[in-house]
Structures are given as structure tokens and as C-alpha cells.
């Protein structure tokens, strides 16, 4: 894939959008520094998934916890990736009907944060 070659100038973005913040200006985060698509796509997912398990109340119904996740979930995009990107729409209904536990690496969205690097760096100085 020819988006897992080339990352756009500072590497991908993933765009994070707090659904249960007042205005745009508090409720977006931009995290830079993926070095290709893949691990973008891969953090983007495992955000929201974690999103999604942390809105999940014992006993909703799929439909509850999609519901509360447009409410106060945060959602994940990687910028101008495009139709390559991965999108919550593909798979929100898969998170609501098969929750997936704590500490399941589908969750471990920390693990791929490129800002986890930048703070290794910092501890060697």
C-alpha cells in the first residue's frame, strides 16, 4: 500500500474527538508522529475501542452502549489518509456487540502512542 510507503511531512496524524466536550476547541487532539499508515490505523483503532469498552455499563444492549459512546466516547480519525484510514463507522457495532476486556491488547492504544517514544527520549537526557 502505496500510504504505508510515503507519510505525509511530521509523519500521520490521528485526530481524537471528545463527543462529550462543550466545544471543538476542548474536545479535539491532534497526536503526531506515526511513521506509517498502519501503526496510525492501529492506534486509531485501539483508541476507540478502549473508548468504547470505558462508556460500556454492565447490562447495556449494544444499542446503550453505542449511545453512550456518541455521548461521551472519543472518537479517532487519521487525517488525510482518506479511504485508507480506518473509521469507527467500520467497526462500532463489532466493539458494542463483543466487549473486549481490561487489559486486552486491542485496547493498548498507550503502547502505540508515538508520544510514549518522545518520553523515553526525555528520560535519557
Do not use: K
Not at 7 to 18: L, Y
Not at 88 to 94: D, G, P, T, W
Amino acid at each position: 500500500m502505496i500510504g504505508d510507503l510515503f507519510a505525509p511531512p511530521g509523519g500521520w496524524v490521528v485526530r481524537i474527538r471528545d463527543h462529550s466536550a462543550e466545544t471543538e476547541e476542548e474536545g479535539v487532539e491532534d497526536v503526531r508522529g506515526f511513521a506509517s499508515l498502519m501503526h496510525a490505523n492501529a492506534f486509531a483503532r485501539a483508541y476507540v475501542r478502549d473508548s468504547v469498552e470505558r462508556c460500556r455499563v454492565p447490562d447495556a444492549t449494544p444499542e446503550e452502549v453505542v449511545g453512550d459512546w456518541h455521548a461521551f466516547g472519543e472518537d479517532a480519525e487519521v487525517l488525510e489518509a482518506g479511504a485508507q484510514g480506518w473509521s469507527s463507522a467500520s467497526e462500532l457495532a463489532f466493539f458494542a456487540r463483543h466487549p473486549a476486556p481490561a487489559g486486552s491488547i486491542e485496547r493498548d492504544w498507550r503502547g502505540l502512542d508515538p508520544r510514549r517514544d518522545d518520553a523515553d527520549e526525555d528520560d535519557d537526557a
